[in-house]
C-alpha cells in the first residue's frame, strides 16, 4: 500500500488505514533491525537530503540510518548555518535542492507551516521531521508503534499527555493521531502551556498532574522546551518538578501497568524523575528511539513506491 | 458641461432609499435629482444599473515614499477608479513615515500629479511613529492631513497618547486608533482558538481588542478628543463601543472588507494572502461585526488596502507580511453582504461612502444637489471569478484570488469626468 498523499506533512492528512499499515511496515523493520543484516536495497539509487533549519542530533541521526539501511544515498544539510544567514530565503534554498534531483527531501524548520510551503516547490516526496509547533509526523508514528507493541492494540487506550503543550509539534501530532485511532486523550500541564481552545479537539484538558494521570495506560512526557520560552510561562523549574514533574508517586494514579515516554531529550529532574525514566518497569523511552528508526524507514519506503508509482504512470 | 444619467437605479445612502429616476451633473456637482434633463447634457443610459456616491476608503496604504514597487499613486489610483472608490484617506505608515509638512507636501504633490481621484492623506500622531513626541498637527492640519495616526503601532505610553489627544482636541482633529493591547498581540499572527493552536500559530485572544478600546476610551473620555477606531473586528469590543456612543464621547468605528467577508479558517493551510492585522477572527466575531454594521453602531467598512509584494508574503506564515489589498474588490467583496440579506444597498452605501465623508469632513459621499459628482455605476448581479494577475494594484495580495464575487463596477466619475470605464453615451432626446 502507498500513501494517498505525495508527501507526509503531518498527521493531520492521514487516514486509519494508513496509520495502520505504516506500523505494520515499520514493525516488519524494526524486527530486522535487529537482526544482524540490517541493510536493504530497497531505496537503492535515491537520493535522500535531509535539511534541518533548526539544530537537531538525535532526529537528523535516525533519519540518516533509516536512509541509509534503506540503501539511499543520503546527504545531511544543517541549513540553520548555512545560506539562511547569507538571506536566502527558503523557497530560495528549495528551489536550489530540488535542481539536485533529491528524491526524498527530509525537512525541520523552526516555523509552523515552513515544510507545507516548501512541499509546494519541490518535485519530490517531503517529509516533515518537525515545523514550528505544527506537526511532526514521524514522532507521533513512533509513539503509537511503541504504544501499540507494549499495550498490543493502539485503541480505547487512555492516554495521558503531560508538560508544554503549547509549544509543542510532539503534541499536536500525537492528539491527533491517537484521537484518529479511538483512544481517549487527556493533556495535562499549567494553564500558561495549554493553547487556547485546545478542548474544543476531542480531548480532556487539566493542570492537576494527579487527576490526568488517573487510570491512564500511557503517560507521555513533554520536554520543557526552554529555548522556546519567552519567559514568564512558569516561576521557576522546581516548581515545575513539584506540580507537574513525573515521579513514581504521581505514577501511582496511573494503572499499574502504565507505560512511560518520553520524546527526548529529557530534562532529568525538570519533566521527568531519572529514576523512573531508567525504571524498565514503565518506561519506554528507549524502545520510542528504536521504533523512530523503524517508522522512518517505513514512511521513506512508503513515500518512495508513490513517488515510483507516479513517475511510472 | 452638463452630464445626465437616464434610468439609474439611484442608491442614496443619506435618504436611505434604492429607487429608479435621474440625475444631473454640471460643473463637477450634482445639479439636480429626478429632475427632467437637459437638452444640452450629454445623457447616460445606466438601463436600470445602480448609480451611487463613490466610495470613501480609509485607511489605503500607498507606496509612496518608501516602496514605490508595492504601489504607487498612480497604480493606486488606477485601481481605485476601477473598484469604485473616488477617495482614498491614505495611511502614514511610509517609510519614512508621513510626520512632517515636508513629506505630506510632497505626496500631495505625487497624488495631485498621478491620480484621477481624490486622495486625502492622514498623517502620524507621533514623530517617526515612534510614540514618543506628538508630531507638528497644527501644520500638518494647514498642508491638509484630515486625521492623525500611528496606523497599526499603538501608542503605548499612555502620557505621551493622552497629550497627544489633549492637543488635537485643541485643533479639532480627528485622531485614528488602533485597539490592541500591544503586550498581549506581539508576536501573534492568528487568532488564539481552536485553528491557531491546531495550526501551532501563535495567538492573539480577541480581549486584546477590548483592553486596548477600552484604554482609548478612558483617554477620550478624558481628553474629549474626536476619536475613530481603524478596525473593531470582535464582538466582545461592541458592548464597550456601544457604551462610548451612549456616554456621548465623539468616537466612530470602522471594520476592514476582510474581516466582514472571511473568518480564521480561510487562512486553510498557511495561506499568507489571508495574514492581515488584525488576524482574521471566529465565524463567530464575524457574524457580530455584520450585524454592528447594519445596525449603524460599527459606522465604516473599509478595504485596509495594504499592498505587498510576492516577496513579502511567500514566506512561512508568521514570517510573511501582513496586509491585503483591497481597492479593486472592496465593492464586489460588500456586495456578498448585499447578495447574502444582510446589507441593503443604502446601508452598504452608508458605510462605505456617506459616514467616512462625514467623519473626515469631505463633502462627498452623497446624491444631492451640491455635492461633488464622485459616481459608481454599478452592476451587483454580474458573476465573475477573480484573477489576481488582473488587478491595476502593483501588489497582487489579494486574498479573493479564484474567489467567485458578484457585481462588477461598470464605469467611476470623480467631479463629473470619468474616470474608469465605458458606458454607452446616448444622446437626449432634442
Known amino acids: 500500500m502507498a500513501l494517498r498523499a505525495r508527501h507526509l506533512l503531518g498527521i493531520e492528512p492521514l487516514a486509519p488505514d494508513e496509520i495502520t499499515a505504516l506500523l505494520d511496515l515499520a514493525e516488519r523493520h524494526a524486527g530486522r533491525n535487529r537482526g544482524g543484516e540490517k541493510h536493504t536495497a530497497l531505496l537503492a539509487g535515491l537520493t535522500q537530503i535531509n535539511m534541518f533549519f533548526e539544530p537537531s542530533t538525535r532526529t537528523q541521526a535516525s533519519f540518516e540510518l533509516a536512509g541509509k539501511r534503506l540503501g539511499a544515498d543520503v546527504m545531511n544539510m544543517s541549513v540553520a548555518q548555512s545560506s539562511v544567514k547569507k538571506g536566502e530565503t527558503l523557497i530560495d534554498t528549495a528551489l536550489t535542492l530540488n535542481a539536485m534531483h533529491p528524491d526524498l527531501l527530509v525537512v525541520r524548520h523552526p516555523a509552523s507551516g515552513a515544510v507545507d510551503l516548501l512541499a509546494e516547490k519541490v518535485a519530490c516526496a517531503v517529509l516533515n521531521a518537525g515545523d514550528g509547533r505544527h506537526e511532526h509526523p514521524t514522532q507521533a508514528l513512533l509513539d503509537a508503534l511503541t504504544i501499540r507493541r507494549a499495550k498490543g492494540r493502539l485503541h480505547r487506550l487512555t492516554v495521558a499527555i503531560c508538560g508544554d503543550i503549547a509549544h509543542s509539534r510532539v503534541a499536536r501530532s500525537n492528539l491527533i493521531l491517537l484521537n484518529r485511532m479511538e483512544n481517549r486523550v487527556r493533556l495535562v500541564g499549567p494553564p500558561t502551556l495549554m493553547p487556547a481552545g485546545v478542548g474544543e479537539l476531542g480531548c480532556e484538558v ?73 525504571d524498565i518497569r514503565h518506561s519506554v523511552i528507549q524502545q520510542q528511539v528504536e521504533m523512530g528508526v523503524a517508522v522512518r524507514m517505513a514512511a521513506m519506503e512508503m513515500l518512495t513506491a508513490s513517488l515510483r508509482a507516479a513517475r511510472a504512470g | 458641461m452638463m452630464l445626465g444619467f437616464a434610468d439609474a437605479r439611484l442608491i442614496d445612502p443619506e435618504a436611505g432609499t434604492d429607487r429608479r429616476g435621474t440625475l444631473l451633473v454640471a460643473g463637477g456637482r450634482i445639479a439636480a435629482v429626478d429632475g427632467p434633463l437637459p437638452g444640452e447634457a450629454t445623457v447616460i443610459d445606466c438601463a436600470g444599473k445602480c448609480l451611487a456616491p463613490g466610495l470613501v476608503d480609509v485607511g489605503v496604504q500607498v507606496g509612496e515614499p518608501g516602496a514605490r514597487h508595492k504601489e504607487s499613486f498612480r497604480s493606486a489610483g488606477l485601481a481605485a477608479a476601477a473598484g469604485g472608490v473616488t477617495t482614498l484617506v491614505t495611511r502614514p505608515d511610509t517609510d519614512p513615515p508621513i510626520d512632517s509638512p515636508e513629506v505630506l507636501e510632497f505626496v500631495t504633490r505625487r497624488a495631485r500629479a498621478e491620480t484621477p481621484v481624490n486622495i486625502r492623506p492622514m498623517a502620524a500622531l507621533t514623530k517617526g511613529r515612534a510614540g514618543r513626541e506628538m508630531t507638528e498637527m497644527g501644520f500638518l492640519l494647514d498642508a491638509g492631513a484630515v486625521a492623525f495616526t500611528d496606523a497599526d503601532r499603538v501608542v503605548s505610553d499612555t502620557r505621551v497618547l493622552t497629550r497627544a489627544m489633549s492637543y488635537a482636541r485643541g485643533l479639532g482633529a480627528l485622531i485614528l486608533g488602533h485597539p490592541q493591547e500591544p503586550g498581549l498581540s506581539r508576536g501573534a499572527c492568528a487568532t488564539s482558538g481552536k485553528f491557531a493552536s491546531l495550526k501551532g500559530l501563535p495567538g492573539v485572544a480577541p480581549m486584546a481588542e477590548r483592553i486596548g478600546f477600552d484604554r482609548d476610551m478612558g483617554l477620550v473620555e478624558m481628553t474629549g478628543a474626536r476619536w475613530h477606531a481603524d478596525q473593531i473586528t470582535c464582538a466582545r469590543t461592541l458592548p464597550a463601543l456601544e457604551r462610548a456612543k451612549a456616554n456621548g464621547l465623539d468616537v466612530t468605528a470602522g471594520v476592514s472588507i476582510h474581516h466582514l467577508t472571511l473568518n480564521e479558517f480561510d487562512v486553510g493551510d498557511y495561506r499568507t494572502f489571508f495574514k492581515v492585522t488584525p488576524p482574521l477572527r471566529a465565524e463567530a466575531d464575524r457574524v457580530a461585526v455584520v450585524e454592528a454594521v447594519a445596525a449603524g453602531l460599527i459606522d465604516i467598512i473599509c478595504s485596509m488596502h495594504t499592498p505587498q509584494d510576492e516577496e513579502s508574503k511567500r514566506l512561512p506564515f508568521e514570517e510573511a507580511a501582513p496586509g491585503a489589498v483591497g481597492l479593486e474588490t472592496l465593492l464586489p467583496a460588500a456586495l456578498r453582504l448585499y447578495h447574502a440579506g444582510a446589507l441593503s444597498l443604502p446601508q452598504l452605501f452608508r458605510a462605505m461612502a456617506l459616514n467616512p465623508a462625514r467623519r473626515f469632513g469631505l463633502p462627498a459621499g452623497r446624491l444631492s444637489p451640491g455635492a461633488p459628482a464622485d459616481l459608481v455605476l454599478f452592476d451587483p448581479a454580474t458573476p465573475s471569478v477573480l484573477d489576481r494577475f488582473t488587478l491595476r494594484s502593483k501588489s497582487k495580495n489579494t486574498p479573493f484570488d479564484g474567489a467567485r464575487l458578484q457585481g462588477r463596477v461598470l464605469a467611476t466619475w470623480v467631479a463629473g469626468v470619468p474616470v474608469h470605464g465605458e458606458t454607452a453615451v446616448a444622446a437626449a432626446g432634442g
Do not use: C, W
Open chain 1, 206 to 278: 487539566t493542570d492537576d498532574m494527579r487527576e490526568g494521570l488517573a487510570g491512564a495506560d500511557v503517560v507521555m512526557m513533554l520536554r520543557l522546551q526552554k529555548e522556546r520560552m519567552d519567559g514568564g510561562f512558569i516561576p521557576s523549574e522546581r516548581e515545575y518538578y513539584h506540580r507537574y514533574g513525573l515521579d513514581a508517586e504521581k505514577l501511582l494514579h496511573a494503572k499499574p501497568d502504565a507505560i512511560v515516554m518520553h520524546p527526548g531529550p529529557m530534562n532529568r529532574g525538570v519533566e521527568i524523575d531519572g529514576t523512573l525514566a531508567d
